[in-house]
Nanobody, 120 residues
């Protein structure tokens, strides 16, 4: 069992940076791959970044590639999403989720979400 707590959201201006954290409590965090998702008002939830537990190639959605970076510190049971050069279209609620499966499969545990608002 994992409990995930997301933090680090806020209101920023276009071009600014934010770092989201996904702190896990429980066991075997290092064995879970982490996905970062977002959902904007009126839109479906989408995955923006995925970091496999074993360090394999990370995935980024085209819309964030080159601007967002997913990372983790297993010693701290925490995953991160560094978001640079933020744009108004990045405004959404951001979630982290953990899975023992593939990026497109079912996620075992979800964080509560944090609001990111980017003003023009």
């Amino acid at each position: 069992q994992l409990q995930l707590v997301v933090s680090g959201g806020g209101l920023v201006q276009a071009g600014d940076s934010l770092r989201l954290s996904c702190a896990a409590s429980g066991h075997f965090f290092s064995r879970y791959s982490i996905g970062w998702f977002r959902q904007a008002p009126g839109k479906e939830r989408e995955i923006v970044a995925f970091g496999p537990w074993n360090g394999d190639t990370k995935y980024y959605a085209d819309s964030v590639k080159g601007r967002f970076t997913i990372s983790r510190d297993n010693a701290k049971n925490t995953a991160y999403l560094q978001m640079d050069s933020l744009k108004p279209e990045d405004t959404a609620v951001y979630y982290c989720a953990a899975t023992t499966g593939s990026m497109t499969g079912e996620y075992n545990f979800w964080g509560q979400g944090t609001q990111v608002t980017v003003s023009a």
